[in-house]
Every structure is written in structure tokens, then in C-alpha cells.
């Protein structure tokens, strides 16, 4: 799949880098993404009663404001292409808001249309959110729950990982995905190329597979950001501002 193989090959997160906490951010974020998944179905003794692979597209945009202090709030929504279960061009609201501390940082959301699938194969619940431990601009570890833009090949229902900083222009968060519509926990890649002090690169990747059945999944992205600053950054900020990506 030629969209995941870019996002493996380009380091490319939806978690946005660290700015000053006494400032304020906008952004705007769009996304298109692809994957597969295994559609299986077991018999009362967990045997393999039958097997398919499913395909399908996804799109995403997101936009949010985070207040001078720890405060976000914002938008995100998902329009399924191809996702079996759900109309053709189902749209997936989830406005949500969040408290980025410094060390902890946690997020609540509504997820439309979660409920209301024409099967189970991507039965979900409505309530998106995450839970942070550490500095976004360092190592963290953080949970998260219907909250990827695209959704689906964003990164799906749940994921759980590490996120740190390898460069200076370069962002990255590895764990591991699980739940609908895939059938087994997977690999999951995400990272952000800061190309300028407005604008990011976005990607992911995820990688599994489940009775010989691939569950890859990819997407890429674009975000924009406007800050507005009020007082320096402190070196110690839970929003941290980019570093620069050319010695002065």
C-alpha cells in the first residue's frame, strides 16, 4: 500500500510539539489515510470458523485552540470511505477539550456516530480522551482513545506508547494499537516533521496482521499553526517552543 510505505519511509503525530505555556495556539490540521483489516470469525472454542480482509479510506481535519495556560479546546471529525458497517461517507464529530500540564496532561471528547454501525465489526463507544505522563517536548508516556486524525488509520480505537523527541525537527510516539476494526493488537509509528514555526508534517503507520490476514494501515497530514505569545517561554514549559531547525 503506497501510502503506508511513504509513512514508514518519512519520519513523520498527530501530538502537537510543545509551545509556550503563556501563549496561545491555534491549529488546523487535514489528513487522508488507507488501510486493511481482518474480518474473523470464531467458533465457541476460539477456532477460525472463517476469515476475509477488508479494505478502506479515510479522511480527517481537526481544529483546535489551546489558552494561555494549560486549557485546548477543539474539534475533530472523520469521514469513512469503504468501512464496512458504516455508510459511505459517514462523518464521525468529536469535539473535545483538554488540561496539558507540564508532567500530566489528560483530554475528554464526544465521538458522533459511534453507535450507530450496521454490524459490530467496528462497534465503538462514544467517549474519546487521553492520559499523559511527562513533558510533551521530552520523553512521555500517554494513552489514548479515539482521538487520530483520520480516526481509523490515524491510529484506530486505542493506542499506548512512548513519545520523545529524536531531533530537533522531529517528533515520534511508538506502541502499540488495539481494538475495532482490527482483530489484533498492531505496531503503531507516528511522528511530526516541523518544517517551520507554522507548519508541521504529520504521519503514521501501523503495522499487524492477524490469520495470515495484513492489518497495515497509513496516513499523512498537514497542520498549521498560529502562536501567539505573550511572555518567553520558560526552559522548563510543558509547551516548550520548537527549537529552531537552523543554528543562528
Known amino acids: 500500500m503506497s ?20 501563549s496561545s495556539v491555534t491549529s488546523v490540521m487535514i489528513a487522508a489515510g488507507a488501510g486493511s483489516y ?60 483538554a488540561v496539558e500540564g507540564r508532567h500530566v496532561g489528560f483530554g475528554l471528547g464526544y465521538v458522533s456516530n459511534a453507535d450507530q454501525p450496521l454490524s459490530d465489526e467496528f462497534d465503538i463507544w462514544p467517549v474519546s480522551g487521553h492520559l499523559r505522563f ?16 483520520p480516526l481509523v488509520s490515524g491510529g484506530g480505537t486505542v493506542r499506548s506508547g512512548i513519545g520523545f523527541r529524536p531531533s530537533r525537527a522531529v517528533d515520534a510516539w511508538v506502541g502499540m494499537g488495539y481494538g475495532p476494526p482490527y482483530d489484533k493488537p498492531g505496531f503503531q509509528l507516528k511522528s511530526t516533521v516541523h518544517l517551520n514555526s507554522m507548519l508541521d508534517l504529520n504521519g503514521s503507520a501501523r503495522l499487524g496482521s492477524s490469520e495470515g490476514q495484513s492489518e497495515n494501515a497509513g496516513s499523512l497530514g498537514l497542520t498549521v499553526r498560529l502562536t501567539r505569545d505573550r511572555k518567553p517561554a520558560s526552559p522548563d514549559s510543558s509547551r516548550a517552543p520548537v527549537p529552531p531547525l537552523i543554528d543562528e
Not at 479494505?55 to 468501512?83: I, N, T
Request: negative net charge; hydrophobic residues 40%.
Open 3 to 22: 501510502i503506508l510505505s511513504m509513512a514508514v519511509l518519512t519520519p513523520l503525530a498527530v501530538d502537537m510539539p510543545g509551545t509556550n505555556e503563556d
Open 38 to 97: 481482518a474480518e474473523v470469525s470464531r467458533g465457541c472454542h476460539g477456532e477460525v470458523l472463517s476469515k476475509e480482509q477488508r479494505r478502506y479510506r479515510d479522511l480527517g481535519f481537526a481544529a483546535s485552540h489551546g489558552f494561555e495556560g494549560p486549557l485546548e479546546v477543539g474539534v475533530r471529525a472523520s469521514l469513512l470511505r469503504r468501512m464496512p458497517g458504516y455508510e459511505d461517507g459517514t462523518v464521525m464529530w468529536n469535539p473535545n477539550v
Open 134 to 149: 511527562g513533558t510533551l517536548s521530552g520523553l512521555h508516556f500517554s494513552v489514548h482513545a479515539l482521538e487520530d486524525v
